[in-house]
């Protein structure tokens, strides 16, 4: 029963690191082009703030329909291969991220959107920012419940 409940709870902190990460991602991401939209407009600074609380949410939920399966894949690997360092959370958040942003593009019918480097650098910065917002859930104790007894 013990054994149950350390993998239920480790089930769990996926999931949430799953979340933040996705929150995090989308959080570099509107205030990416929140800046950029300001800087071209400076009268939207203070109506810029508050579509945040809105968009954000509602893009993590696109973000993380399009790369739960790869983050799956990388989750499960983190975990049985144990990589406890933030650079490797890091590192694995970018191909997912990266996996993400083509699919988007692929079903917004604009395959010229994946060959465009300034938007894959955005999104592979976001990458990386959500796989260390991963590691700081949960990503710093992966592969510890296969020590304990």
Do not use: K
Request: net charge negative.
């Amino acid at each position: 029963m013990n054994r149950l409940v350390t993998y239920v709870v480790r089930l769990i902190a996926i999931l949430a690191g799953f979340i933040v990460a996705c929150l995090a991602a989308s959080l570099f991401v509107n205030l990416l082009f929140a800046s950029t939209i300001v800087a071209i407009i400076p009268e939207l600074t203070d109506a810029a703030r508050p579509t945040l609380f809105v968009t954000v949410p509602f893009f993590a939920l696109i973000v993380a329909n399009l790369a739960f399966g790869a983050f799956l894949v990388v989750a499960v690997a983190a975990e049985l291969l144990g990589w406890r360092s933030w650079l490797a959370h890091a590192l694995a958040g970018a191909p997912v991220a990266l996996y993400a942003g083509w699919r988007m593009a692929e079903a917004l019918d604009a395959p010229d959107a994946a060959s465009d480097p300034g938007l894959m650098l955005v999104t592979l910065a976001a990458g990386l920012v959500g796989g260390i917002a991963y590691w700081a859930i949960c990503g710093r104790n992966a592969g510890l419940w296969r020590d304990e007894t």
